[in-house]
């Protein structure tokens, strides 16, 4: 069993910044994908940016140049710095590890992104 605990979320003004962080602890395995969706009122949830072991990135269109994700696999955590910030970009934001050789796929509880304008 997997759990992943988020932190960071929080209410900024448009321009602002705000880093979001998830460790992860349990059966993780060595070789994963992490990473962080949101999902707005009304919307489907979507892909903000996934970081694989060997950190490859792989980001969505809407946030290129302005969020950066990275990890610390000694940790099993995964941080998103997310700059610039739209309101747009107002979510609920989850965690994420996909475990492709396991067939396993995990969630954080998600944590909530406001940007005012």
């Known amino acids: 069993q997997v759990q992943l605990v988020e932190s960071g979320g929080g209410l900024v003004q448009a321009g602002g910044s705000l880093r979001l962080s998830c460790a992860a602890s349990?059966?993780?395995?060595?070789?994963?994908?992490m990473g962080w969706y949101r999902q707005a009122p009304g919307k489907q949830r979507e892909l903000v940016a996934t970081i694989t072991t060997g950190g490859t990135t792989n980001y969505a269109d809407s946030v290129k140049g302005r969020f950066t994700i990275s990890r610390d696999n000694a940790k099993n955590t995964v941080y998103l710095q997310m700059s610039s910030l739209k309101p747009e970009d107002t979510a609920v934001y989850y965690c994420?590890?996909?475990?492709?050789?396991?067939?396993?796929?995990?969630w954080g509880q998600g944590t909530q992104v406001a940007v005012s304008s």
């Open positions: 994420n590890l996909d475990v492709r050789l396991a067939g396993m796929n995990y």
């Open positions: 349990g059966s993780t395995f060595s070789i994963n994908i």
